[in-house]
T-cell receptor, first 113, second 109 residues
Framework: NAGVTQTPKFRVLKTGQSMTLLCAQD?????MYWYRQDPGMGLRLIHY???????AKGEVPDGYNVSRLKKQNFLLGLESAAPSQTSVYFC????????????FGPGTRLTVT | KNEVEQSPQNLTAQEGEFITINCSYS?????LHWLQQHPGGGIVSLFM???GKKKHGRLIATINIQEKHSSLHITASHPRDSAVYIC???????????FGTGTRLTIIP
């Protein structure tokens, strides 16, 4: 049981490049989330999904897109990376009935130069 | 929008000391959560509580709903307790959490 996994763990992009971050969970959780964590700020929600085929915007969705084609996977895309998107990205998942008990992935450290 | 504030932002203590980290929020909630983020970055849930007190090993979490305040206590602190402790709140019918900015705890041997 791997829990929540994220790939890649580290990435450096040039401004304007695109990339996709993959989150996978093997706990059959309905809900999945993408957060970013920046120094001095709390975790901020980018997008989330309440089930396969559904997505919704969070607090800071601009510049990101997401897809949840399979229940176990939640993809976060950056179409044209900007230096402001330099951050640590965390994926999380939870059961419907226990939203607060989110299981987090190990994080992806992204640097945009 | 619920505002979540934690204090202190940073805390350094000697091994064995009793530690208290505070969290306050602005709007009524359905539950409050404490999470731990270790230096390596991994985040784990410690407690979810909606009233009273919960205990797990040397960690104790309390909440006062009327005062919109929660505390996380660590007894007999140990260097391995060094981490960032994050408070978060959830609301009825809402799939999302609102997070505080975290308290960085350092325990010196």
């Amino acid at each position: 049981n791997a829990g929540v996994t994220q790939t890649p763990k580290f990435r450096v992009l040039k401004t304007g490049q695109s990339m996709t971050l993959l989150c996978a969970q093997d706990m059959n959780h309905e809900y999945m989330y993408w957060y970013r964590q920046d120094p001095g700020m709390g975790l901020r929600l980018i997008h989330y999904s309440v089930g396969e085929g559904t997505t919704a915007k969070g607090e800071v969705p601009d510049g990101y897109n997401v897809s949840r084609l399979k229940k176990q996977n939640f993809l976060l895309g950056l179409e044209s990376a900007a230096p402001s998107q330099t951050s640590v990205y965390f994926c999380a998942s939870s059961y419907v009935a226990r939203v607060g008990e989110q299981y987090f992935g190990p994080g992806t450290r992204l640097t945009v130069t | 929008k619920n505002e979540v504030e934690q204090s202190p932002q940073n805390l350094t203590a000697q091994e064995g000391e009793f530690i208290t980290i505070n969290c306050s929020y602005s709007v009524g909630i359905s539950a409050l959560h404490w999470l731990q983020q270790h230096p390596g970055g991994g985040i784990v849930s410690l407690f979810m509580l909606s009233s009273g007190k919960k205990k797990h090993g040397r960690l104790i979490a309390t909440i006062n709903i009327q005062e919109k305040h929660s505390s996380l206590h660590i007894t007999a602190s140990h260097p391995r307790d060094s981490a960032v402790y994050i408070c978060a709140v959830s609301n009825f019918g809402n799939e999302k959490l609102t997070f505080g900015t975290g308290t960085r705890l350092t325990i010196i041997p």
